[in-house]
C-alpha cells in the first residue's frame, strides 16, 4: 500500500513540473510584433471604452459635494487616455518587424498605468468609505476588467498584470474597508480573474492560430500566384527580350481580329526583321546578337505607345500590333519613326553594332480578316521590303500578292526545269564598230517553258538567287558554254573570247566560282577564250572587299573583266577604281535615243572617252541600225553588239555565223 501511494506520489510530480513549465512558458512567453500590432489597433477601442465608464461615475458622483477625488481622478483617466491615444495613432504608422525585451515591458508597465486610476477608485470609496456608490464602483471595475482582457488578449502578461491591478485594488479594498462581504468578494474576486485570465489566454492562442493559418494561406497563394506567372512567363513570355512569344502574340492577333468583328476597330500589323542579323552572329557571336536583340526590344517599346502589342516571333523576327492605327495614312509616320530608331547605332560589349530593318505592313480588315492571312500578307510584304533595299517599310497590296504568286510558280517551273536540263544558252555576237572584224560573243541564258513561253532572264534568275537555285544554275550554264566552245574548237572555229554572265551572288560564294574557273581550265579553256561578264552589284555595298580580291585574283589568272550596263546603277568613279575592268558596256537604254536625244549622246560620249583615258574598251548594247553605229563610231566607241549584225542565237547557229564569217575574212 505504502509502494502504491509512492508510485502515485511519483507519477503526479512530473505532471505538476510539466504543469509548472507550460506555467512558467506562458508568463515568459514575448509577445510577437503581430501581438503588438493587434494591441496598438485595440488600444483606440480600448481609451474610449475607459472614457464611457470614467463619464458614467463622473455623472453618479454628481450628487456629492465637494468631491475632489473624483476632479482629479477624472482628469487622470482623460490624461491616460489621450497620452495612450496619441501613441497608439504613432506607432500604427509604423509597421512592427521586431519586439524587444525593454518593449514588452513598456507594455506592461502601460497596462498597469491604464489600470491604475481604476485600482484607485474602489481604494477611495470601498476603502476609505468616501464619497461614492459602491455598486457603481464596482460595475465600472468589473466593465473595466473584461474590456482590458479583451484589448490585451495578444499580450497574456500584460492583461494579467492589468487584470491583478484592479483585482487586487478591489480584495484590498474591500479587506481595508471592514466590509463584511470581504471574503466572499475575495473569491470571487479571484474565480472572476482567472475567468478572464483563461479568456485572455484562450483568445491570443486562437487569434495566433488564426494568424499562422492566414499566413501558410498567404504563402500557399503567393507560392501558386508565383508558380502561375513562372508558367504564363515560360508559355507567354521570350527569354532574350521579355516580349511576348509566338504563342502568345498569335492569341492577341486572334483576339484584335475577335473585337474588330465586334466593334469594326480595325488595327495594323508590322512584321520586321533586322537586317543581317546573321552576319552580327557570325562575326560577334551569339551572345552580341542576344544583347542586339534586347536593345531592338527597348526600342520597340520606347517608340510605341504601352497599349500596342509587342512580340519577338522567334530569331530576329518582331511583330507588332498597332492597335489605334486603322487608316494607311497613319502608317509610314509610325514605319519612319521605328526605321530611323533602329538606324541608330548600338554599343554592345565594346562594338559597335548598326542593326536597321525591314518593315511589313497589312490593315485590318482591308488586307484581310483572319489572323493567318494577315500574318502571310505582312510576311510577303516583308520580303519585298527586303528585296527592293532593305530599311525600308512596305505596304501589302493585290499586286504584291499576283507577283509573289507568279514568282512561286516560276520558282517550280525552273525547278524542273533545272532537273530536267532545259535550260539552254543562246550567243550575241560582239564586232567592232570600224571594221567589222568578230571580238567575241556574250553567252545568254534562256529558258522556254514546256508550254512555249519565253520566261525572261531577269526574272527568273532573280527568283533563282532569292530561293537558293542559283548555284545549279549558274554550274549549268557555265558546263552548256563549256561544252560548245570546245565543240567549236573541234569544228576548227574561233569564236573569240565568249563572255560569261556572273550574278553578284556568285560573288558571295567565291569558291564555287573558282571550282567553275577550273572546270573549264580543265578544258583547255583560259583567260585568252573567255571573259567574265559582271555588273555593278558584284562590288556594290557591304562585303565589297571579298569581291574586289576575287576579282583581282581572276584578273591575275588572265581573265578580262567586263562591266555590263555601267550608268543605269549605283556605282561611282571611285569604285570603278578599285576594280581591274577591261571593258564598259554601254546600256541599251543610251544607245536608243543616241540619234534624237543630245543628253544619251552626251552620256555615251562621256563613258567613251572615259574608257579610252583609262585604256579600256568600250562596247555598245543593242545597236539596231546604222544610224547608230555611224554615231557610236564618231563618239569613240570600239565595239557593239546588237540586231544590226544578230540577234542571240543558239549554238550551232553560232556556229554558222562563225563560219560564215571566217569565210568571209579569208
Not at 471604452?49 to 477625488?69: E, G, P, Q
Not at 481622478?73 to 489621450?82: C, E, K, N, R, S
Not at 519612319?336 to 530593318?357: C, E, I, M, Y
Not at 556572273?502 to 581550265?521: A, Q, R, V, W, Y
Request: some cysteine; charged content about 25%; hydrophobic content about 45%.
Amino acid at each position: 500500500m505504502i509502494g502504491g501511494r509512492l508510485q502515485r506520489k511519483t507519477a503526479v510530480l512530473p505532471r505538476v513540473f510539466s504543469l509548472l513549465g507550460r506555467i512558467r512558458a506562458v508568463l515568459t512567453k514575448h509577445p510577437s510584433p503581430e501581438d503588438v500590432t493587434s494591441v496598438v489597433h485595440g488600444t483606440s477601442a480600448g481609451v474610449m471604452v475607459t472614457a464611457v465608464n470614467a463619464v458614467i461615475y463622473a455623472l453618479d458622483s454628481l450628487r456629492w459635494d465637494h468631491d475632489m477625488f473624483v476632479v482629479f481622478w477624472i482628469g487622470a483617466v482623460f490624461a491616460l487616455g489621450l497620452a495612450l491615444s496619441r501613441m497608439s495613432r504613432r506607432a500604427a504608422g509604423r509597421k512592427v518587424t521586431r519586439v524587444s525585451r525593454r518593449a514588452a515591458r513598456r507594455l506592461i508597465l502601460t497596462s498597469v498605468l491604464l489600470a491604475a486610476p481604476w485600482a484607485a477608485l474602489p481604494l477611495h470609496v470601498l476603502g476609505m468609505h468616501d464619497h461614492g456608490e459602491p455598486m457603481v464602483v464596482l460595475l465600472v471595475c468589473t466593465g473595466m476588467l473584461a474590456g482590458g482582457a479583451f484589448m490585451l488578449h495578444r499580450a497574456f502578461v500584460a492583461s494579467l498584470a492589468f487584470q491583478a491591478t484592479i483585482l487586487s485594488a478591489v480584495i484590498l479594498s474591500f479587506h481595508l474597508g471592514g466590509w463584511a462581504q470581504a471574503w466572499a468578494v475575495t473569491l470571487y474576486a479571484l474565480v472572476y480573474g482567472g475567468f478572464l485570465a483563461y479568456f485572455s489566454y484562450s483568445a491570443g492562442e486562437i487569434a495566433r492560430q488564426r494568424d499562422e493559418s492566414v499566413s501558410a494561406l498567404s504563402l500557399a497563394v503567393e507560392n501558386l500566384r508565383q508558380a502561375r506567372d513562372e508558367n504564363y512567363l515560360l508559355a507567354n513570355i521570350d527569354d532574350t527580350t521579355g516580349l511576348l512569344n509566338r504563342k502568345a502574340f498569335n492569341a492577341r492577333l486572334a483576339e484584335a481580329v475577335a473585337r474588330q468583328r465586334t466593334n469594326g476597330q480595325g488595327f495594323t500589323l508590322f512584321l520586321m526583321d533586322l537586317d543581317r542579323f546573321k552576319n552580327i552572329n557570325d562575326l560577334f557571336g551569339h551572345g552580341v546578337g542576344d544583347e542586339l536583340l534586347a536593345e531592338i526590344a527597348r526600342r520597340l517599346r520606347a517608340n510605341l505607345p504601352a497599349g500596342d502589342v509587342i512580340a519577338r516571333l522567334g530569331g530576329d523576327e518582331f511583330a507588332v500590333i498597332l492597335a489605334e492605327v486603322s487608316e494607311a495614312a497613319k502608317i509610314r509616320p509610325i514605319a519612319d519613326r521605328l526605321l530611323a530608331a533602329f538606324d541608330q547605332p548600338a554599343q554592345l560589349a565594346g562594338r559597335r553594332v548598326h542593326p536597321g530593318t525591314s518593315i511589313g505592313a497589312v490593315l485590318c480588315p482591308e488586307d484581310g480578316t483572319d489572323p493567318v492571312e494577315l500574318l502571310l500578307k505582312a510576311d510577303l510584304a516583308l520580303n519585298r521590303a527586303k528585296e527592293t533595299g532593305r530599311g525600308q517599310c512596305l505596304q501589302f497590296d493585290e499586286q504584291l500578292r499576283q507577283k509573289v504568286i507568279s514568282s512561286d510558280r516560276i520558282e517550280a517551273g525552273l525547278r524542273e526545269a533545272l532537273e530536267g536540263h532545259q535550260l539552254f544558252v543562246q550567243y550575241q555576237p560582239k564586232l567592232a564598230l570600224t571594221d567589222g572584224r568578230l571580238l567575241g560573243a556574250e553567252a545568254l541564258v534562256r529558258w522556254r517553258t514546256p508550254e512555249g513561253v519565253d520566261v525572261a532572264p531577269d526574272s527568273f534568275l532573280a527568283i533563282a538567287a532569292e530561293r537558293g537555285m542559283l548555284p545549279n544554275l549558274s554550274r549549268q550554264i557555265a558546263e552548256t558554254v563549256a561544252e560548245n566552245m570546245t565543240g567549236w574548237r573541234s569544228a576548227g572555229l574561233d569564236p573569240g573570247k565568249i563572255a560569261l554572265n556572273i550574278h553578284p551572288d556568285d560573288i558571295k560564294s567565291p569558291e564555287l566560282l573558282l571550282e567553275t574557273i577550273g572546270m573549264f581550265e580543265a578544258a583547255g579553256i583560259t583567260g585568252q577564250d573567255l571573259l567574265i561578264e559582271i555588273t555593278e552589284g558584284c562590288f556594290i555595298g557591304r562585303g565589297t572587299d571579298m569581291a574586289i580580291s576575287l576579282l583581282d585574283s581572276l584578273a591575275d589568272r588572265g581573265y578580262e573583266l567586263s562591266l555590263d550596263d555601267f550608268g543605269t546603277g549605283h556605282a561611282s568613279l571611285s569604285d570603278l577604281k578599285k576594280v581591274p575592268v577591261a571593258e564598259l558596256k554601254i546600256d541599251r537604254s543610251f544607245i536608243a535615243g543616241l540619234s534624237f536625244r543630245r543628253e544619251d549622246r552626251a552620256i555615251v560620249a562621256a563613258i567613251a572617252e572615259m574608257a579610252r583615258g583609262m585604256g579600256i574598251r568600250s562596247v555598245a548594247e543593242g545597236v539596231e541600225d546604222e544610224t547608230q553605229r555611224s554615231a557610236l563610231v564618231e563618239l569613240g566607241v570600239d565595239a557593239g553588239q546588237g540586231y544590226l549584225w544578230a540577234s542571240p542565237m543558239n549554238a550551232g547557229d553560232f556556229a554558222q555565223f562563225l563560219d560564215r564569217e571566217a569565210r568571209r575574212t579569208g
